[in-house]
């Protein structure tokens, strides 16, 4: 927990205010969870090593060969790897913050260095409280006071570290014989730190600080030879990486804009013996600008460099690239898709170019670190001889976690994870559905398809779904399996989908409360009555913005909006505007403001997914609320083990108090996925989806409960860490309580299951449907737009869509 006699701070609870928040180390691991980066990808096929960056990466068979292969290395003693450089006599050298090794055999085997020095052995073993290290990506790890922090290796072996004694920060040199020194660097600023560094090939330190300052040093004196004062130097400005190679000074930075969000990368370039700006590298900058965008890619590419032929090499999500100094082209020589990058849980740090037929990349995976080393082998196909498209709308962290995972277990198989809104373009839903819909018809469309967003019942009506029922057999025979939840896309004993996860709407609160609620308009009903023997309370249900509010009730409501010939049912839909509107005047009373900007909450644009079980409706976020507004009855999401430890919490606490699932049997499906019935590539895809399903897969750590009764028994088995009692302090002054937590018993784990498999109806997943009705909702209770004007403007967008 945060903060002193265990008591937990917290500010104003919602996106009523987005800057007001629960301090809770339980509700930072589900934002975690939650924003487990989203990157977009490519999603073509391995180029030939050495094609240009803007060639097409189509070929015309499978005769061409090579192409690089990934392998896993072991880590130097177990340590966590910080950096790793091929020295000039083709060594390679880790420098851990325990100790320093090499190795000589391209990281197959290590041993320690035979010539460390005590100083360096010393500030290693000097402990003291612990703080987070700044600085760049391969740096970014915990320092602790007097131990050490590495920065930098050298091509002759010498080392550039960081330590701390009590609150200074001290910098130094160890040289190829093991002779160390101070580095005394003047930085402006009592929280300016060294943030990256590099040597030059004559051995010479190149250092930036958080400010863009660059230094160029002599080791062997430690002077500072020149300061570099960029032009691009501002707080607008990532902090640079630098890239000194034959006596030049590359520097790669990006610009931010208003939204802070990171601008194509520009490179400068300085010559390191004149120390004078040299006019910006052409070839470079022009890369930086045309190359592939990623969509949420916040990382600087990892740079790394090749003296003896000149060459740099840029690492990111996309893949490898390769340029040699003064030719006129960037080189693509690794495709991304095929490799670790590709995984959203893989963080690449850095990396070292062995030769031109090998480099290593450094990864920081699930808090411990990874190397692995590409090594070209002339003799495999350039292409995967076998390829599988999965499409999505969006992009999908779960699903590229398992494209990397199936790749490394089937070397043979290209999976190209095809994504319809990608951002580049002005592609609505709409538009990316029909293109779908129209090379699914010709017989040009993907093998599996990712159905979030998408009219997954229209495509089970036409019969475009593959029977997966062997899948889930398979599955249910060695793990167990949700039974009503993977056959709840039946259609004439064919399973046709499944998701991958899925999320339970609940209800909690006073016994006679939750037994009244019954549906949408018998809620609506006690609400009112709640806020009328309550005027003065801040809210009935729990103070949430207008999206949360809709979000929370259309997941039972929607699948009962179509009538069974398919189209919009009027009268059902205006029953839901009007509860709608009738809870919301209960939860502002009199002195709420719909017009506040707080109150209308999040703003999809056309390439985010209206993700049903968002943070913000979650039993963790939303429970944890409840003692501060002193509601008696709350309606959440359930999604995870610590989900259901505070809604018993909270029933304990409450007193006279009840759970169950919402009414109508409905359960919010998580990443429903499907096998087109067209596909040539059945079994393939078939092995895909059972891996998915399997326990490795449904292990990791995303929302939702797991599909997998091995798994999900496994999760909801006591953490060692758990605290018994929270203490929790509104710093808004709206007031503290005590909460003592329960964690599921057995008995509690098989009630919830039980209530589980009474579950049969999944939510409506479809966007065009959900993203309108969100958007005239929002109007309707925000604006003032009156139900009947709402309910018209959805039949009409709707029914038109329904129709094609």
Not at 201 to 215: A, S, W
Not at 338 to 363: C, H, Q, R, W
Not at 560 to 565: A, V, Y
Not at 783 to 794: I, L, P, Q
């Amino acid at each position: 927990m945060v903060g002193r006699n265990n008591q937990v701070r917290s500010r104003k609870g919602f996106a009523m205010n987005r800057q007001k928040r629960i301090v809770l180390s339980v509700l930072l691991m589900m934002v975690m969870i939650i924003l487990g980066g989203c990157k977009q990808h490519e999603t073509a096929p391995e180029d030939k090593k050495g094609e240009q960056e803007n060639a097409s990466l189509e070929t015309t068979g499978n005769q061409s060969l090579g192409r690089f292969i990934e392998q896993d290395l072991n880590l130097p003693q177990g340590d966590l790897s910080t950096l790793v450089k091929t020295l000039s006599d083709k060594t390679l050298r880790a420098f851990t913050e325990k100790g320093v090794y090499e190795s000589r055999d391209s990281g197959d085997t290590w041993v320690a260095w035979e010539k460390q020095p005590k100083e360096l052995t010393d500030d290693m073993q000097d402990k003291g409280d612990t703080e987070t290290a700044s600085g760049k990506s391969s740096t970014s790890f915990v320092l602790e006071s007097g131990g050490v922090l590495p920065i930098a290796i050298g091509y002759d072996g010498s080392l550039f570290y960081k330590t701390k004694k009590g609150e200074d920060r001290i910098y130094k040199y160890i040289d190829k014989d093991g002779n160390g020194r101070e580095i005394n660097i003047s930085l402006s600023g009592d929280l300016n730190e060294i943030a990256a560094a590099e040597f030059t090939e004559e051995g010479e330190l190149i250092c930036c600080d958080m400010e863009g300052n660059i230094f160029q040093i002599n080791c062997s004196t430690g002077e500072i030879v020149h300061t570099y004062n960029m032009a691009s130097n501002g707080e607008n400005f990532t902090s640079p990486d630098l890239i000194p190679i034959g006596g030049k000074l590359f520097v790669a930075y990006s610009k931010f804009n208003d939204s802070w969000e990171a601008a194509d990368i520009e490179v400068d370039t300085y010559d390191l013996t004149s120390h004078k700006a040299e006019e910006k590298n052409q070839v470079l900058n022009e890369f930086f600008s045309s190359k592939e965008k990623v969509a949420n890619q916040t990382n600087m590419p990892k740079f790394m460099t090749d003296p003896v032929n000149k060459n740099i090499y840029i690492a990111d999500i996309t893949g490898v690239y390769k340029y040699t100094l003064d030719s006129s082209v960037v080189e693509k020589i690794f495709n991304g898709a095929l490799g670790k990058m590709y995984n959203p849980a893989a963080y690449l740090v850095g990396g070292t170019v062995i030769n031109e037929d090998s480099f290593i990349l450094n990864y920081y995976v699930a808090d411990s670190m990874s190397l692995v080393r590409y090594q070209y082998d002339p003799n495999v196909t350039a292409v995967p001889e076998k390829e599988l498209t999965i499409y999505s709308l969006y992009d999908n962290s779960l699903v590229r976690q398992a494209v990397t995972v199936f790749q490394k277990n089937n070397p043979d198989v290209f999976v190209n994870f095809d994504i319809g809104l990608t951002g580049e373009d002005a592609i609505t839903v709409s538009d990316a559905i029909k293109t779908l819909n129209t090379n699914i018809m010709s017989g040009q469309g993907p093998d599996i398809l990712l159905l979030n967003g998408m009219p997954t019942e229209s495509y089970m009506e036409k019969g475009l779904l593959a029977d997966i029922s062997d899948v889930i057999a398979e599955v249910s025979d060695t793990d167990g399996i949700f039974e009503n939840i993977a056959s709840s896309y039946k259609k004439e004993d064919k399973i046709l989908a499944v998701p991958m996860r899925f999320s339970v709407p609940v209800v909690m609160g006073k016994t006679e409360l939750v037994s009244r609620y019954q549906d949408l308009n018998s809620l609506a009903e006690l609400a009112e009555q709640l806020r009328n023997e309550n005027p003065g309370a801040q809210s009935i249900l729990g103070s949430m913005p207008a999206d949360v509010l809709i979000r929370l009730f259309m997941a039972n409501s929607a699948p009962f909006w179509i009538s069974e010939d398919g189209t919009l049912d009027e009268n059902s839909l205006t029953a839901f505007f009007s509860s709608l509107s009738k809870i919301q005047d209960a939860q502002l009373g009199t002195t709420g403001n719909a017009d506040d900007g707080e109150f209308q909450g999040e703003t999809l644009s056309e390439t985010q997914m209206l993700e049903m079980v968002s943070f913000m409706t979650t039993s963790t976020y939303l429970l944890g609320m409840m003692g501060y507004e002193d509601t008696k009855i709350n309606v959440s999401n359930a999604a995870n083990a610590e989900d259901l430890c505070w809604i018993l919490s909270m029933r304990s606490r409450l007193g006279d108090a009840e759970y169950k699932t919402a009414p109508g049997e409905v359960y919010i499906p998580i990443d429903p996925m499907g096998i087109s019935s067209r596909s040539e590539n059945t079994d393939l895809a078939k092995r895909f989806m059972t891996m998915m399903l399997q326990s490795d897969m449904q292990s990791i750590s995303v929302l939702g409960y797991p599909l997998n009764q091995k798994v999900f028994d496994k999760n909801m088995e006591k953490p060692a860490e758990f605290k018994d009692s929270y203490d929790l302090v509104d710093d808004t002054g709206r007031g503290e309580f005590h909460l003592d937590r329960i964690w599921p018993s057995t008995s509690d784990v098989n009630d919830f299951k039980q209530k589980i498999e009474s579950l049969k109806t999944p939510a409506l997943s479809d966007d065009m449907i959900n993203k309108t009705v969100m958007e005239e909702g929002k109007k309707c209770l925000i604006t003032g737009e009156s139900v009947e004007d709402a309910v018209k403007n959805v039949m009409k967008k709707i029914s038109i869509y329904l129709a094609e």
